[in-house]
Structures are given as C-alpha cells and as structure tokens.
C-alpha cells in the first residue's frame, strides 16, 4: 500500500516538474509588447520622474519596447537598448497594431514583470482551519521560488507547516494565469491535551500545487490552491494531506 501510494505521488510530481520544466522555451519566445510613436519624439529618462535627467530621445516611427509600469510612469527599452521611462499621459502617442494602447495593456506588464509577490491566504487542509502567508521572487516571467509558514487549527490537533516550493507559470500572458508548484518542507503536529497517548510529532513534507491568479487591480492580485502533500513519517504508513486555500497577494 505504501509502496503504490509513494509510486503514485512520486509520479505525481514528476509530471508537474516536468510541466514546470517545459515552458523554458516558451518563455524565451514570449512575445514581449512593441509599440510604435506616433509624435515627433519622446524624451525617456533615467528614472520615473521629470526630474530624472533624460538619457535619451525616441523619434517618430521608431519602436520600442514595453518592460513595466510604476504608477503613472512606463519603462520601455529602445532600438539602440537603451532603457528610459516616459509619462502615461504619452500613451495617446503609441500604438501596437494599429490599435491604440490601453491601460488594461500596461497594467498587464506590470504583472508579468513583477520582482516580489507576498500574500495571506485561509482554506482547508484536512478539515482544519488553515492560515497561510508567503513571500516569493520571480526570476523570470515564469520561474519563482516561494517561501511560506502555515498554521492549521484542528479538533484533534493544530500543525505548523513551513515550505520552499519552486513555482511556474507557463502562461503569464493570460487574464487568469495557472500556476505549478513542487516543493518540500516540515510539518510539525501538536495534538490536543485531551487526546490520551498522543505525541507531538515533526514530518518532512513533499508537495506538488495547482492554482490560479488574476489581477484585480493595481499591484493586487486574488489566488487560489490546491495542494497534494506527502508527509514521510516514522510510521507503517505516510500521511497524504490535501489543502485547498484563497487568499490575495501584493507584487512589486
């Protein structure tokens, strides 16, 4: 029984790294956001200010390319590599397609471009009341390693869980974006008092998650999960755990 249920999560989570893995080359070709000025020129500058000093000129017809938004200012890189940012008031200057530019557009790039993602979000793990809060940095579009610390309040017992995961979003271009996870952590259970010969107890847990975020507004993003976890015990057997969770985070 052992054996069929650890092939069987192993397998598991195989196939998510390996789905995890495949959107490498897809990142690489992603099509990134190019844009075409339609006035004279356009001054960039080294920072998202008026009083940064302006490192250089973009001219009509020339495109450029779109890499993040911070508040009302836009970052973009020219033909020459050169990076600057520019007022949103400018956007009526730009176009993609024919097709002017909209702030939904921008808003977007921020979401894929962001550096730091930290949230709080509250489910089920196995009928317990759960409380989770995560902290994560994105190296690329789609790869990010996250850290996170749980507390589970049961009838029988209350569990501390703490995880690094390796997380993938193989298609960061969508309005809602999946996302994939492997990881490993500890899980640490503590029974009620009034349990008669019960143990506190310390497990390593492997675990492999499924999830969704959308973008709400801003730097705000919803979430939710699923997760199947492993808990390798001292026991006859090991423990499969499953939490399901929603929550909100915040992106910089």
């Known amino acids: 029984m052992f054996k069929l249920m650890f092939k069987h999560f192993k397998n598991t989570l195989c196939l998510l790294a390996l789905v995890c893995l495949s959107p490498a080359a897809l990142a690489e070709t992603s099509p990134e ?55 949103e ?3 009526l200057s730009l176009s993609k397609d024919g097709q002017a530019i909209t702030q939904n557009q921008i808003s977007q790039q921020d979401v894929i471009h962001r550096d730091i993602e930290a949230g709080v979000m509250y489910g089920d793990l ?11 940095y994105a190296f690329t579009p789609v790869f990010s390693v996250e850290l996170s610390a749980g507390k589970a309040l049961g009838s029988i017992s209350d ?13 960061p271009d969508l309005i809602v974006i999946p996302y994939l ?21 310390e497990s390593t ?3 492999g998650a ?14 939710a999960e699923y997760k199947l976890s492993l808990a390798l015990t001292d026991r006859d057997e090991n423990e499969e755990i499953q939490t399901w969770k929603i929550g909100f985070s915040v992106f910089f």
């Open 33 to 87: 956001a190019t844009l075409r000025i339609e006035v004279p020129f356009i001054e960039l500058h080294s920072g998202p200010s008026a009083g940064y000093p302006v490192v250089s000129i973009v001219e009509k017809n020339e495109l450029v390319t779109l890499l993040i938004k911070r508040t009302t200012w836009i970052k973009v890189k020219n033909k020459r590599g050169i990076e600057g940012w520019f007022h």
């Open 89 to 91: 008031d400018a956007l």
């Open 126 to 136: 196995e009928g317990a009341n759960f409380y989770n809060i995560y902290g994560g």
């Open 159 to 171: 569990s501390d869980i703490f995880e690094i995961m390796l997380m993938s979003q193989p298609l």
């Open 181 to 201: 996870g492997v990881g490993a952590g500890l899980i640490s259970t503590k029974p009620h008092s009034v349990i008669a010969d019960s143990e506190d107890r």
């Open 205 to 207: 847990l492997m675990s």
């Open 210 to 223: 499924v999830g969704i975020k959308y973008h709400i507004a801003r730097n705000f993003l919803v979430r």
